[in-house]
C-alpha cells in the first residue's frame, strides 16, 4: 500500500505524517505523509518542468499510457475496491462498481486523446482564413474529495492528460489511499516523471491559496463542497485562473402519478442509497404526486428497513458506516432539526450504539419547507414531500440554489421531457436512478457548479482555444 506522496515520479517521506482510518471500527489503517512548503513547491516545479515535453508528446503516445492505466486499473479492480472501502466505508460492491466507473476515465479519454479536433475556413468577410486550435492550458491543480476517491480522481487525471496538461493532484484527507494507489498505477503504465504528481499539504487552505497565487500553475479543477469551491474561485480570481468546479448537489426525485411505482422505488434505492447516500448525484428530496404517495412511500420504506448495515467489506451488507463519525453526526443533527420542524419519522432516524460511523437508513415524511429540503443530506436519509400538480412539482424541484442532477419518474415520455425542460439542473434522469457515465457531460448549473467533466466536454476544460487569423 503507498503511503507517500509522489512528486517528479519519486515516492518520498513529506514535512510530517496524518492519520488514515477504517470508518466501520475507527482504527488506524495507516499513516500517510503530509507536504510542508519544501514538497508543495518541488511539486508545482516537477509538474512545471515536465509540461512543455509532455505536450509535445504525440497524442498517441498519450492515448496509450492511459489506455495501459485502464487496464492495470481493470487487472486490479479487486485491490482497488478494497481500498476504496476500508478508507471511505462504502460497501465492497459500490466500491468495486466505482473502480469500474474511475477506469473508464482513462479509457475514455485515452480514445478522446487522438480525436481533439480544430477548425479551418472561410471568414464570412472572405479577407482571411480562419484557424482554430486547441492547446493545453499548463500545470493543472486537481483537489478531489473523499466520496468517490477514485473516480473523483480519474475523472480529471484522464482529460488532463489526454489534453497534454500536467498536474498536482490533492486528494482528500480522508481518502488519500485510493489516490495513491492510481497515481502508482499511472507510473508503472508508463507516465513520465513530473507529469503526475501527489500531495497532501497542510495546512490546506493556506497551502492551497498559495499554490492559486503561484503564477507557474494555470488551471484549478476542484470537486469537493460548494462552501470550499466558493472560497477557490476568490482565490483564483486574483490570477484569474481557469476553474472547472464540481460542486455540491440537492437532487430533486420527481415521481408522477402515472409512473410505474415499483420502478420508481428501485430507482430510488439507487438514486438515494449508492454510496450510502453520500453522493453529489444523491436524491435528496423526493416529491410524490398525492395520488401515489402513500403507496409509494410504505413500498419504498419497506425497501429501506430491508438493507442490511454493517462494516462495508462484510458480506450481505449494503449499507456501510459515513466516512468519519464527524461527517455522520453532521447527518443526525439534519434529522433532529427536521423532526424538530414537524418531519415524520417512517423509519430509522437514530444514531446506533458501538463503533463506527453508522446512519440507518431513514425516511421522512414532511412539509415543503422543511430544513433539510435546504440542506446536501450526504447520508441515507430519503425526506418525502407531497405534491399535487406538475407544475407544483417542477416548482417545488426547482426551490434550491443548487443544479446537479434531477430524478423524474412517469410512463408518459412527453410529460417527462417537459419537466426536464423545466427542470434547473444540468442533469435530469428520465426513469433511471443513474446517469453518470464517462461518455457524457457531467456538471451543474447554479450553485453546483461550473464546466462539465466527461463526455466531449471534459479535455476541453484542460485545453485552451486559439484563433489564428491568416492573411490570404
Ligand atoms: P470539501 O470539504 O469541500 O473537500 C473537498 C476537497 O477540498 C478536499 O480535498 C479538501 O481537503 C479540500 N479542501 C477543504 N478545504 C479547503 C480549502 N480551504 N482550500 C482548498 N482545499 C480545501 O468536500 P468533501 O466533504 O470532501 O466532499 C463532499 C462534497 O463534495 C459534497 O458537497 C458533494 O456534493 C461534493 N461533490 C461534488 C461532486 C460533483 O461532481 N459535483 C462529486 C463528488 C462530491 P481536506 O480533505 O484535506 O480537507
Known amino acids: 500500500m503507498r503511503s507517500k506522496l509522489y512528486i517528479n515520479g519519486v515516492w518520498v517521506d513529506g514535512s510530517g505524517t496524518m492519520p488514515v482510518y477504517d470508518p466501520s471500527n475507527g482504527s488506524l489503517i495507516t499513516e500517510v505523509a503530509t507536504a510542508g512548503e519544501v514538497e508543495t513547491e518541488a511539486a508545482i516545479a516537477a509538474a512545471y518542468e515536465a509540461f512543455t515535453p509532455w505536450a509535445k508528446t504525440a497524442p498517441r503516445v498519450r492515448a496509450e499510457i492511459l489506455r495501459k492505466a485502464f487496464e492495470i486499473m481493470i487487472a486490479e479492480a479487486d485491490e482497488l475496491a478494497t481500498l476504496v472501502s476500508r478508507e471511505n466505508g462504502k460497501v465492497f460492491s459500490d466500491a468495486k462498481a466505482e473502480i469500474t466507473y474511475a477506469a473508464e476515465f482513462f479509457r ?3 480514445e478522446e486523446a487522438v480525436r481533439i479536433s480544430g477548425d479551418f475556413r472561410k471568414s464570412p468577410s472572405g ?10 492550458i499548463g500545470v493543472s491543480l486537481l483537489i478531489t474529495p473523499w466520496n468517490y476517491p477514485a473516480a473523483m480522481a480519474t475523472r480529471k487525471i484522464g482529460p488532463a492528460l489526454a489534453a497534454g496538461c500536467t498536474v ?5 484527507s480522508e481518502t488519500p489511499l485510493t489516490a495513491m494507489a492510481i497515481v502508482d498505477i499511472l507510473e508503472r503504465a508508463g507516465v513520465p516523471k513530473g507529469v503526475v504528481n501527489l500531495i497532501l499539504p497542510t495546512p490546506v487552505g493556506a497551502s492551497i491559496s498559495k499554490m492559486l497565487h503561484d503564477p507557474r500553475i494555470k488551471n484549478l479543477s476542484f ?7 466558493r472560497v477557490l474561485l476568490h482565490e483564483a480570481a486574483d490570477r484569474v485562473i481557469r476553474c472547472s468546479m464540481e460542486l455540491g448537489g440537492n437532487a430533486p426525485f420527481v415521481v408522477f402519478d402515472d409512473a ?9 434505492m439507487i438514486a438515494k442509497m449508492r454510496n450510502g447516500g453520500s453522493a453529489c448525484t444523491a436524491a435528496n428530496r423526493i416529491y410524490l404526486q398525492r395520488a401515489i404517495a402513500e403507496a409509494f412511500t410504505v413500498e419504498f420504506t419497506q425497501a429501506m428497513e430491508a438493507l442490511v448495515m454493517g462494516p462495508g467489506m462484510e458480506s450481505g451488507v449494503n449499507l456501510g458506516p459515513s466516512v468519519s463519525v464527524k461527517e455522520r453526526d453532521k447527518i443526525a443533527a439534519l434529522v433532529d432539526s427536521a423532526v424538530s420542524g414537524g418531519a415524520k419519522v417512517r423509519t430509522g432516524g437514530k444514531v446506533p450504539e458501538g463503533d463506527g460511523a453508522f446512519y440507518p437508513a431513514t425516511v421522512l415524511t414532511c412539509e415543503v419547507d422543511n ?3 435546504k440542506n446536501e443530506i450526504f447520508g441515507p436519509v430519503a425526506p418525502i414531500v407531497i405534491f399535487d400538480t ?8 426547482n426551490e434550491t440554489d443548487f443544479g446537479l442532477i434531477s430524478y423524474i419518474f412517469s410512463k408518459d415520455l412527453k410529460r417527462a421531457l417537459q419537466a426536464a425542460e423545466g427542470i434547473e439542473s444540468g442533469m435530469v434522469a428520465i426513469n433511471r436512478g443513474v446517469v453518470s457515465d464517462p461518455a457524457a457531460p457531467f456538471g451543474g448549473m447554479k450553485q453546483s457548479g461550473l464546466g462539465r467533466e466527461g463526455g466531449f466536454d471534459g479535455i476541453h476544460e484542460f485545453l485552451e482555444t486559439k484563433y489564428i487569423g491568416v492573411e490570404i
Open 108 to 110: 475514455w479519454f485515452a
Open 168 to 172: 498536482v493532484l490533492k486528494p482528500a
Open 390 to 397: 406538475d407544475a407544483e412539482g417542477i416548482a417545488f424541484a
Open 260 to 268: 410505474d411505482i415499483p420502478a420508481a422505488v428501485q430507482g430510488l
Open 371 to 373: 430544513v433539510i429540503l
Open 127 to 136: 479577407d482571411k482564413r480562419i484557424l482554430v486550435t486547441h492547446q493545453p
Open 223 to 229: 470537486t469537493g463542497s460548494t462552501e470550499v469551491g
